[in-house]
């Protein structure tokens, strides 16, 4: 979210982040966009409504950039923002993506497989974890002696350019 936010506000993209949504006033996140001048939206993940909440706290953006968001979206959130959703991920997807492969598991999963390289996917959010087409990759190495650790904080620096690479490229 900060790098987005920061390339926003510098011009690296030609556009403003108008809201941040999260689930909780006690996420790290809400103490950043505010310090950043952004607009936070908190809604909890209800069983009834949180479609529609979502809908309302989004109304009037032009593209949903995920980050760290660890569930499907609501279908009606989907259908309001046709290939307007966007997701990072700290893989190289196809690879290590679906339910349940969110931070650390990822990397420990690359590691545990023996892969040489990993990096960053964003993508197109549809109703499955991580299967909407690939908008841009970024790739690293994976050492022999990397740890779950040393490996995703390598990816994370990889995560922010491409995160910002391909926004930029979506909204040209």
């Not at 941040?20 to 069983?47: C, L, N, Y």
């Not at 009606?76 to 492969?101: C, D, Q, S, T, Y």
């Amino acid at each position: 979210m900060a790098a987005i936010v920061h390339a926003c506000q510098s011009g690296e993209i030609p556009a403003t982040v108008d809201v941040v949504v999260t689930p909780s006033e006690e996420i790290d996140t809400v103490h950043k966009a505010r310090a950043f001048g952004v607009r936070v939206a908190v809604v909890p993940p209800t069983p009834e409504g949180y479609g529609c909440a979502l809908l309302q706290a989004l109304s009037g953006c032009d593209l949903i950039c995920l980050a760290g968001y660890l569930r499907l979206l609501p279908r009606e959130v989907l259908e309001a923002f046709p290939r307007r959703i966007l997701n990072v991920h700290p893989a190289l997807l196809p690879k290590f993506g679906g339910r349940g492969m969110y931070g650390m598991r990822v990397h420990e999963a690359v590691i545990a497989a023996g892969e040489t390289e990993s990096g960053a996917t964003v993508h197109w959010v549809d109703e499955a974890y991580d299967e909407g087409d690939v908008v841009l990759q970024r790739r690293c190495p994976v050492f022999p002696n990397d740890t779950p650790e040393s490996l995703a904080a390598r990816v994370l620096v990889e995560e922010h350019k491409v995160y910002v690479e391909a926004i930029r490229s979506v909204i040209a």
